[in-house]
């Protein structure tokens, strides 16, 4: 009863979310900052979504290891499951970021620009949840989801106040993508981090050691040359586009 009473809260506070931004952006903004908000905020919760289908056949056999008791597969499979993610993430989300006004450009025109900075900031947020995405999945295999559920739920709902505040103080389509950013990254960093580490009995030093550095310079070698090809072939079309990304 208990997880399936965190299950649903988590599900319902992402799609109370997922329904209160187009009503809370439309309130305060105009219908710009409607437009751009929505196409800037559709990469993030399209990867969201493809993640969480990607991780969903791991329930089971996270939780047949808990069951059996062991313990250093489990660390093992957190550790390792972290750091592929937080790899797949950088490597998902900075090409949007350096790319992100040429992408929009061509999708939807150079009128909403603004949706290439709002896509731009969502995005960052997937390095920081992805590197303790584990979190959850143990969590759940381990029945102790009320923490990454709590926390999850918080977000999505801080998040959409941090939207409404933004705009309503004329931030804009960009501001309130920066509030939702910040909201994130603050809750995942002082909560579900140390879940994690408490969950499967790591230090943050030996987390971070073994989770964030094994990215950091692939991270700094596919930065460069994506800022490099920038400069180099200033993709105007779909396919010098395509070159660059990969």
Known sequence: AAFGGWTFLKGAAVVSRRAGEPVVVNRMAGALEV???????LVTTQLQFLMAKILQP???PLAAL???GETERLRAVFLRGNRLAFIAALFVSLPLVV???ELVALYVGDRFLEAGTVMGLLVLQLPVRWSSIMAGMLGAATDQQRTPASAVSVINLLALVAIGVSLGIGTGAAGAAGAA?????LIVV???WPFGWRLVEVSGWSWARACLLP???PLAAGLLAWLGLREAIAPTTWSSLFLCFS
Request: hydrophobic share 45%; glycine share 8%; charged share 10%.
């Open 35 to 41: 437009s751009c908000f929505h196409l800037g905020s």
């Open 66 to 68: 808990h069951a059996r």
């Open 215 to 217: 990215g950091l310079a």
């Open 190 to 192: 002082t909560v579900i």
């Open 99 to 101: 790319y992100r006004e």
């Open 181 to 185: 950013l910040l909201v994130t990254v």
């Open 58 to 60: 791991m329930h089971p």
